[in-house]
């Protein structure tokens, strides 16, 4: 019996810290409001420097969230927004 549970014990994926993934869900939400509020801004000074650094920093999380998730990001192509976002929610990501 001990070498049936050690054996399960190694088949185990790590465990993710849950803080961890709770904190890349809120700078999700975070970085997805700041997007929003600067789409409504018309005419503000550097706005487009701005989306583009924000657009960055949203690619880089959902990339990282990606792998706390356990998937790969390597498969996503610089700028597939979208293929990263749809990966996270079908492995039931929310933010």
């Known amino acids: 019996m001990p070498q049936l549970w050690s054996r399960l014990r190694q088949r185990r994926a790590p465990a993710v810290d849950p803080l961890l993934t709770l904190e890349t869900q809120a700078t999700l939400g975070r970085l997805t409001t700041e997007l929003c509020r600067l789409d409504r ?3 503000a000074f550097g706005r487009a420097h701005h989306v583009r650094a924000t657009q960055g ?3 880089g999380v959902l990339r990282r969230a990606l792998r ?3 998937g790969d990001d390597a498969l996503h192509h610089p700028g597939d927004v979208v293929g990263l976002e749809l990966d996270l929610a ?3 990501w929310t933010w």
């Open 57 to 59: 920093a949203y690619e």
């Open 41 to 43: 801004a018309d005419g």
């Open 90 to 92: 079908a492995r039931g």
């Open 68 to 70: 706390l998730a356990g």
